[in-house]
């Protein structure tokens, strides 16, 4: 099982311009997560999905939109990508919103 | 929000002593979670102690939980170099307690064991 991946793992954008950040997971999880990662800041939740079809807003989900357009995949995107979006992002799933959660390796993003 | 807050915030040893480092978080929880982040990588899962539990152990690993003090403990033995990371402590909010039901992440202890 290669558990949660995330694709890609270092990206460099110029402000504007537009991204998709994809995680997979292969444990069949209901739940799937956006954070992001800042020093200092700890781990932010931007979106979550409690199921295929489903998204929620997290604490910090402006700039970001995202899908879940099949139970393994989880799709977060960045319309007008901003310096304030370096970050590194990551991706996790669990069974439960309460339970175990399931990291991926982590996007390095790095907005100019 | 932050609900869990770690306690060092850093913290340095020698290879062999033992390690502890705290959590403290504001509300009933159901349970409490500790996971470790090696440089540049994902976090990784630990121990998941819940409410009605006083102690957990996997290896080397130690977690107590005290929910009259709104504490809990991860204690390391017998360090090595290579539980040089951070671990951050994430609180699963209790349901009678109009909670946020999802983890609430602290912001982490950073462990160097020195060789």
């Known amino acids: 099982n290669a558990g949660v991946t995330q694709t890609p793992k270092f990206r460099v954008l110029k402000t504007g311009q537009s991204m998709t950040l994809l995680c997979a997971q292969d444990m069949n999880h209901e739940y799937m997560y956006w954070y992001r990662q800042d020093p200092g800041m700890g781990l932010r939740l931007i979106h979550y999905?409690?199921?295929?079809?489903?998204?929620a807003k997290g604490e910090v989900p402006d700039g970001y939109n995202v899908s879940r357009l099949k139970k393994q995949n989880f799709l977060l995107g960045l319309e007008s990508a901003a310096p304030s979006q370096t970050s590194v992002y990551f991706c996790?799933?669990?069974?439960?919103?309460?339970?175990?959660?399931?990291f991926g390796p982590g996007t390095r993003l790095l907005v100019l | 929000s932050q609900q869990g807050e770690e306690d060092p915030q850093a913290l340095s040893i020698q290879e062999g002593e033992n390690a502890t480092m705290n959590c403290s978080y504001k509300t009933s929880i159901n349970n409490l979670q500790w996971y470790r982040q090696n440089s540049g990588r994902g976090l990784v899962h630990l121990i998941l102690?819940?409410?009605n539990e006083r102690e957990k152990h996997s290896g080397r690993l130690r977690v107590t939980l005290d929910t009259s003090k709104k504490s809990s403990s991860l204690l390391i033995t017998a360090s090595r170099a290579a539980d040089t990371a951070s671990y951050f402590c994430a609180t699963a909010g209790s349901y009678n307690a109009g909670n946020n039901r999802k983890l609430i992440w602290g912001l982490g202890t950073s462990l160097a064991v020195n060789p």
């Open positions: 102690i819940r409410s």
């Open positions: 996790a799933s669990s069974y439960g919103t309460q339970e175990t959660q399931y």
């Open positions: 999905s409690v199921g295929e079809g489903t998204t």
